[in-house]
T-cell receptor
Framework: AQSVTQLDSQVPVFEEAPVELRCNYS??????LFWYVQYPNQGLQLLLK??????LVKGINGFEAEFNKSQTSFHLRKPSVHISDTAEYFC????????????FGAGTTVTVRA | DAGVIQSPRHEVTEMGQEVTLRCKPI?????LFWYRQTMMRGLELLIY????????DSGMPEDRFSAKMPNASFSTLKIQPSEPRDSAVYFC??????????????FGPGTRLTVL
C-alpha cells in the first residue's frame, strides 16, 4: 500500500512570492504521482502528474513539480503566486498495478495575501 | 463538455432516513469513482466501477452503503439508514480508461451531506 505525507497543513504567502508545497510518499513499488487543487466549494482539478520520463513536470497555471525517487518526494512549486491560487492542494499517489486507486495526502491550504 | 454532474449539491436529512446521491460521468468515460471527504479522514475512495461493473468496493464503510451503475451515464450512491457520522462531502469522478495508460480522473463538484 502507498501513503502520502504533506508536510505543511497551511502555507500563507504574499502575492507574487514563490511557494513550495512539500509531499513525501512511501511505497514498495513504482508509483504514479499527482497534484490536485480544490477551490472553495468545488471538486478537485488536476494540476499535473508524473507517470514516467522527465522528473520535472510542468502543469497548469504555472505550477511545476519535481519527482525525486531517492528522497521519495514530489514537491510542488510556483515562482509567483496570485490571489486566485488560494485553495487547498492535494498530493496523491497510485501504483502501476492498481493505477485507479489514488491515495491522497491530508492537503495543504494555501492562502495568498496582497 | 459539461464535466461530471452530481446532484443534489447539498442534502440535509435526519438520522435513519435514506439518502441517494447521483452522478453523471463525462460522456465517453468508462470508469467511475465515488469518494468521501471528511476533516478526520481526508479523501477516501469508496468504490470504483469500470465499464459499469464494480471492481473495487473495499472502501465502502459498511452495509448501509451501496452503489450502482445501471448504465454508462448514471450512478447512484445510497445510504440506508443514514447516521450523523456519514456527514461529509461525497465526490464522483470519472475517467477514460485505456489499456496501458493512466488517465486523469475528473471530479464533480461534490454533494455536501449533513445528517442530523
Amino acid at each position: 500500500a502507498q501513503s502520502v505525507t504533506q508536510l505543511d497543513s497551511q502555507v500563507p504567502v504574499f502575492e507574487e512570492a514563490p511557494v513550495e508545497l512539500r509531499c513525501n510518499y512511501s511505497s514498495s513499488v513504482s508509483v504514479y504521482l499527482f497534484w490536485y487543487v480544490q477551490y472553495p466549494n468545488q471538486g478537485l482539478q488536476l494540476l499535473l502528474k508524473y507517470l514516467s520520463g522527465s522528473t520535472l513536470v510542468k502543469g497548469i497555471n504555472g505550477f511545476e513539480a519535481e519527482f525525486n525517487k531517492s528522497q521519495t518526494s514530489f514537491h510542488l512549486r510556483k515562482p509567483s503566486v496570485h490571489i486566485s491560487d488560494t485553495a487547498e492542494y492535494f498530493c496523491a499517489v497510485s501504483d502501476l498495478r492498481n493505477d485507479y486507486k489514488l491515495s491522497f495526502g491530508a492537503g495543504t491550504t494555501v492562502t495568498v495575501r496582497a | 463538455d459539461a464535466g461530471v454532474i452530481q446532484s443534489p449539491r447539498h442534502e440535509v436529512t435526519e438520522m435513519g432516513q435514506e439518502v441517494t446521491l447521483r452522478c453523471k460521468p463525462i460522456s465517453g468515460h468508462n470508469s467511475l469513482f465515488w469518494y468521501r471527504q471528511t476533516m478526520m479522514r481526508g479523501l477516501e475512495l469508496l468504490i470504483y466501477f469500470n465499464n459499469n461493473v464494480p471492481i473495487d468496493d473495499s472502501g465502502m464503510p459498511e452495509d448501509r452503503f451501496s452503489a450502482k451503475m445501471p448504465n454508462a451515464s448514471f450512478s447512484t450512491l445510497k445510504i440506508q439508514p443514514s447516521e450523523p457520522r456519514d456527514s461529509a462531502v461525497y465526490f464522483c469522478a470519472s475517467r477514460q480508461r485505456l489499456a496501458g495508460s493512466t488517465d486523469t480522473q475528473y471530479f464533480g463538484p461534490g454533494t455536501r451531506l449533513t445528517v442530523l
